[in-house]
């Protein structure tokens, strides 16, 4: 049975991208005000390259560019960029549709959550505090928890320790085939890829299921406990009992 589901955050439960090009796109606007001699696609593109280079979390993309292109900082023009992209994150970062529903009727039926990113902790907690799902989680495993990026195990294996679950009671749900999925299935974690929040365009998940909307986690889940049932009541291992730790499931 299905007793916890992992969350990743960006895509998932917020359209991040989304916000990510709105907010930068104003900051943008916000520097060529200020003098900035470069186009907008222009000053995108170079934009890109240095997330490209550095990771989409790097904090001081707008420093880079800005030295790329004057030798050094502006402050005028870094204040510009920093207030319009801050000023636009505010009002761009925003929910998925029906995440706030899935999520509570998730908790009414007993089932934990837990949030399972790539990005820093603070940024993650900025995020979800912003969302107002700062309470919805018991556990919010991030890139600073272990050091390392999905699909290594070490975050998932932090999952499962801090859960006390095996991966046969655990649900990753994900928007990238190639660390959500992979990283999860690669444990025994049952998969559900958001084909809503994917970016990359893949063609094939790999996932378990595939979902357009999260509220169909809903039927996922209860199709699958509805299915264990009866297996765990005969065998006398449900999740509330004593269970193997993951290492030795995982080694069976």
């Given at each position: 049975?299905?007793?916890?589901?992992?969350?990743?955050?960006?895509?998932?439960?917020?359209?991040?991208?989304?916000?990510?090009?709105?907010?930068?796109?104003?900051?943008?606007?916000?520097?060529?005000?200020?003098?900035?001699?470069?186009?907008?696609?222009?000053?995108?593109?170079?934009?890109?390259?240095i997330?490209?280079?550095?990771?989409?979390?790097?904090?001081?993309?707008?420093?880079?560019?800005?030295?790329?292109?004057?030798?050094?900082?502006r402050?005028?023009?870094?204040?510009?960029?920093?207030?319009g992209?801050?000023?636009?994150?505010e009002?761009?970062?925003?929910?998925?549709?029906?995440?706030?529903a899935?999520?509570?009727?998730l908790?009414?039926?007993?089932?934990r959550?837990?949030?399972?990113?790539?990005?820093?902790?603070?940024?993650?907690?900025?995020?979800?505090?912003?969302?107002?799902?700062?309470?919805?989680f018991?556990?919010?495993?991030t890139?600073?928890?272990?050091?390392?990026?999905?699909?290594?195990?070490?975050?998932?294996?932090?999952?499962?320790?801090?859960?006390?679950?095996?991966?046969?009671?655990?649900?990753?749900?994900?928007?990238w085939?190639?660390?959500?999925?992979?990283?999860?299935?690669?444990?025994?974690?049952?998969?559900?890829?958001?084909?809503?929040?994917?970016?990359?365009?893949?063609?094939?998940?790999?996932?378990?299921?595939?979902?357009?909307?999260?509220?169909?986690?809903?039927?996922?889940?209860?199709?699958?406990?509805?299915?264990?049932?009866?297996?765990?009541?005969?065998?006398?291992?449900?999740?509330g009992?004593?269970?193997?730790?993951?290492?030795?499931?995982?080694?069976?």
């Amino acid at each position: 049975m299905i007793k916890a589901v992992l969350f990743d955050l960006d895509n998932t439960l917020t359209d991040f991208m989304k916000m990510k090009d709105g907010a930068i796109m104003a900051a943008i606007a916000a520097m060529v005000d200020m003098g900035l001699p470069l186009s907008s696609a222009e000053a995108r593109r170079r934009i890109y390259e240095i997330y490209d280079r550095e990771g989409i979390e790097y904090q001081r993309v707008f420093d880079q560019l800005l030295r790329d292109v004057y030798g050094r900082l502006r402050s005028e023009v870094l204040a510009a960029g920093i207030t319009g992209y801050r000023r636009a994150r505010e009002s761009q970062l925003v929910l998925y549709p029906h995440v706030h529903a899935t999520l509570v009727a998730l908790l009414r039926q007993g089932i934990r959550l837990a949030v399972l990113s790539d990005a820093p902790s603070l940024q993650a907690w900025q995020r979800l505090h912003h969302l107002a799902l700062q309470h919805m989680f018991e556990h919010v495993i991030t890139f600073d928890d272990t050091g390392e990026h999905k699909p290594s195990p070490a975050p998932f294996r932090r999952a499962m320790e801090l859960l006390g679950l095996p991966a046969p009671r655990l649900l990753m749900v994900g928007d990238w085939p190639a660390r959500d999925m992979k990283g999860a299935a690669a444990l025994g974690i049952r998969t559900a890829y958001a084909r809503y929040g994917d970016t990359s365009g893949a063609e094939c998940s790999g996932a378990d299921f595939e979902i357009d909307d999260i509220a169909e986690l809903l039927g996922i889940i209860h199709d699958i406990n509805g299915q264990d049932a009866s297996g765990d009541d005969i065998n006398g291992q449900d999740a509330g009992g004593d269970r193997p730790s993951p290492e030795t499931e995982e080694a069976q």
